[in-house]
């Protein structure tokens, strides 16, 4: 049987301490939000998680996929202009929370297991609260 985590639980929908120990809220996009995580060691990671409760991408009607999509592709073109990635991984995990989200993760020729798969948390880079807040300016200023 099928287990959803209720909205009470859900660090997307409460906007936790849970959630913000792991993430800085940047903005509304039309149908998400994007957040900064905080964990730095793939520089300028973002998370866009969908504003409603939804538990798997396929439970969205053609539009809200369409929409959701659209907010993606927003916030990865600006990362990639912002940050001159090479490639940004995507990822969609939620074996735990339920909340539709994809991780977008820069990726640079040369850094951090590049080529390869992204490591979910390595705990290994935290930037200042000043280094995060240009990280963020740098991607609004691309959106």
């Known amino acids: 049987m ?4 209720p909205i009470s639980e859900c660090l997307y929908c409460q906007r936790n ?8 809220d940047i903005c ?6 994007l957040f900064l995580f905080k964990e730095q060691t793939y520089k300028g ?12 991408f396929f439970e969205l009607t053609d539009e809200q996929r369409n929409a ?10 600006a990362m990639s202009e912002a940050l001159d990635a090479e490639k940004i991984n995507m990822g969609a995990y939620s074996d735990v929370l339920s909340h539709l989200h994809f991780h977008l993760v820069p990726k640079y020729i040369g850094g951090v297991d590049y080529p390869g798969i992204f490591r ?4 290994e880079v935290y930037l200042s609260d ?14």
């Open 2 to 5: 099928k287990v959803k985590s």
């Open 17 to 24: 301490e849970l959630q913000k120990s792991l993430m800085i």
């Open 28 to 33: 509304d996009l039309e149908v998400s939000r």
């Open 45 to 56: 990671r973002c998370v866009v998680a969908h504003k409603e409760h939804i538990d798997e």
């Open 68 to 77: 959701f999509m659209k907010d993606v592709a927003r916030v990865s073109r």
């Open 120 to 123: 979910m948390n390595p705990q």
């Open 130 to 143: 000043e280094e995060n807040q240009q990280l963020i300016d740098k991607i609004k200023a691309n959106l």
